[in-house]
C-alpha cells in the first residue's frame, strides 16, 4: 500500500480524517 | 491594570501566534511550494539555487520560530502546564491535545528534520548513501507535520471560550 505522506494530498487528507477522529475521541471522553 | 496578566495572557499568546504563523507557514512553504520546485528543478539543473539560498535562510527561521511557539504556549499554559498535558482538568483537554501534538511537531523538527537537512544541504558531512537516507526521513517527518498541523490548529482554536463551548459543551 502507498505511503498517503508521499502525496501532499495525501498528507491534507490524512491530516483531516485525523482531526475529525481526534475531535470524537475527545468529545466522547468529555462526555458531552 | 493587570500587568502580569497582561503579559502572561496578552504578549505571549502574541507572540505565540506570531512565531506560530511563522514555524507553520514555513511548514507548508516546503511542503507546498519547495518540495514540488526541486523536483522540476531537477529535471532542468536549476535547483542549486534554492539549496543554496533559499532552504537554509528558511529553515533558520522555522526550527527557532518552532522553539519560540513552544515556550510561548507553555508560559500560558503556566500553573496549568499538567493539567493540560495529563488532562488533569475537563476544560485542560482540548489544549491538552493540542499542546501534545505541537510538542511532536516541535520534535520532529529539532530531531528529524533538523539534523538531517544539516546533512542533505551539506552543512555537515555526510555520503550519498546517508543523504538519501536523510532525505527520506527529513521528507517524512515534514510531511507528519504537515499531517499533525491541522488537527493541532484545531485543537488550538477550539480550546478556548465560546470555541470550546461550541466545539465540546464545557
Known amino acids: ?32 | 491594570m493587570d500587568w502580569g496578566a497582561f503579559i502572561h495572557y496578552g504578549l505571549m499568546r502574541w507572540l505565540h501566534i506570531l512565531a506560530g504563523v511563522m514555524w507553520i507557514g514555513l511548514l507548508y512553504y516546503f511542503n507546498f511550494v519547495q518540495v514540488a520546485a526541486l523536483k522540476a528543478a531537477a529535471t532542468d539543473n536549476t535547483g542549486a539555487g534554492i539549496t543554496k539560498h533559499v532552504a537554509p535562510r528558511a529553515l533558520l527561521f522555522f526550527r527557532w520560530a518552532a522553539l519560540v511557539t513552544w515556550l510561548a504556549g507553555a508560559t500560558i499554559l503556566g500553573a496549568h502546564f499538567f493539567d493540560a498535558f495529563f488532562f488533569l482538568q475537563k476544560v485542560y483537554v482540548p489544549i491538552g491535545v493540542g499542546a501534545w501534538l505541537g510538542t511532536i511537531m516541535l520534535f520532529n523538527v529539532w530531531v528529524l528534520i533538523w539534523p538531517n537537512q544539516k546533512k542533505i544541504l551539506g552543512i555537515v558531512q555526510a555520503s550519498d548513501e546517508e543523504k538519501a537516507k536523510a532525505r527520506r526521513v527529513a521528507f517524512l517527518a515534514s510531511r507528519t507535520n504537515t499531517m499533525l498541523s491541522l488537527p493541532m490548529l484545531f485543537f488550538m482554536i477550539a480550546s478556548g471560550g465560546v470555541f470550546r463551548t461550541s466545539f465540546f459543551g464545557i
Not at chain 1, 487528507?13 to 468529545?27: F, M, Q, R
Request: proline residues 3%; without cysteine.
Open chain 1, 1 to 32: 500500500m502507498k505511503n498517503p505522506l508521499d502525496s501532499l494530498w495525501g498528507t491534507v487528507i490524512s491530516g483531516l480524517v485525523l482531526t475529525v477522529i481526534l475531535y470524537w475521541v475527545v468529545k466522547l471522553a468529555l462526555g458531552s
